[in-house]
T-cell receptor, first 113, second 116 residues
Framework: ETGVTQSPTHLIKTRGQQVTLRCSSQ?????VSWYQQALGQGPQFIFQ???????GRGNFPPRFSGLQFPNYSSELNVNALELDDSALYLC????????????FGPGTRLTVL | GQQVMQIPQYQHVQEGEDFTTYCNSS?????IQWYKQRPGGHPVFLIQ?????EVKKQKRLTFQFGEAKKNSSLHITATQTTDVGTYFC????????????????FGKGTLLTVNP
């Protein structure tokens, strides 16, 4: 196990609602990245946080936002949920650059109805 | 945008047969990583390759990085049922033409199923 934890495990929301997903990084890791994985696809990079600041973003709209806290835990917030937001959301921590080895958490399965 | 292409999408083998998945990029990569995701699980890091022509082995798994650092392969010898899962390659790909703002880009993966 990587030591990266995520909550909740599963979540069901309706279109238009807002959701917050949480992640606790592996001890000693100061970088956290969030990925969206649709069924049958590879993880898609959403954004990365390093020392509490966003430090890279993928092709996701502004309604996807995040936070990193002093203890390096992190949140992913998604506003105005759409049906296509249904996916597995993965948090990954790493020692340095977000292109380094990613240690993934178990993920949060989000279903938008 | 720039992508990492992975083939095949699916591979079904009899236990004991070999398996290979390939990863290709149109640009030179600084490194390539391989991950395994079991059904219902999350990606787990397997290995990172950095050097041109690099070959690394982990028991029955052999990883190669091409001489031009544009392609890579993962070969499993004598598959076992425990090898079932999706194998992803991932590489830092620039998000702009300036060669900066890299993001770790995953291939679509190869789903391996093994018939016992």
């Amino acid at each position: 196990e990587t030591g990266v934890t995520q909550s909740p495990t599963h979540l069901i929301k309706t279109r238009g609602q807002q959701v917050t997903l949480r992640c606790s990084s592996q001890s000693g890791h100061n970088t956290v990245s969030w990925y969206q994985q649709a069924l049958g696809q590879g993880p898609q990079f959403i954004f990365q946080y390093y020392r509490e600041e966003e430090n890279g973003r993928g092709n996701f709209p502004p309604r996807f936002s995040g936070l990193q806290f002093p203890n390096y835990s992190s949140e992913l917030n998604v506003n105005a949920l759409e049906l296509d937001d249904s996916a597995l959301y993965l948090c990954a921590s790493s020692l340095g650059s977000y292109t380094d080895t990613q240690y993934f958490g178990p993920g949060t399965r989000l279903t938008v109805l | 945008g720039q992508q990492v292409m992975q083939i095949p999408q699916y591979q079904h083998v009899q236990e004991g047969e070999d398996f290979t998945t390939y990863c290709n990029s149109s640009t030179t990569l600084s490194n390539i990583q391989w991950y395994k995701q079991r059904p219902g699980g999350h990606p787990v890091f397997l290995i990172q390759l950095v050097k041109s022509g690099e070959v690394k082995k982990q028991k029955r798994l052999t990883f190669q990085f091409g001489e031009a650092k544009k392609n890579s392969s993962l070969h499993i010898t004598a598959t076992q049922t425990t090898d079932v899962g999706t194998y992803f390659c991932a590489a830092p790909i620039s998000r702009d033409s300036g060669g900066s703002n890299y993001k770790l880009t995953f291939g679509k993966g190869t789903l391996l199923t093994v018939n016992p």
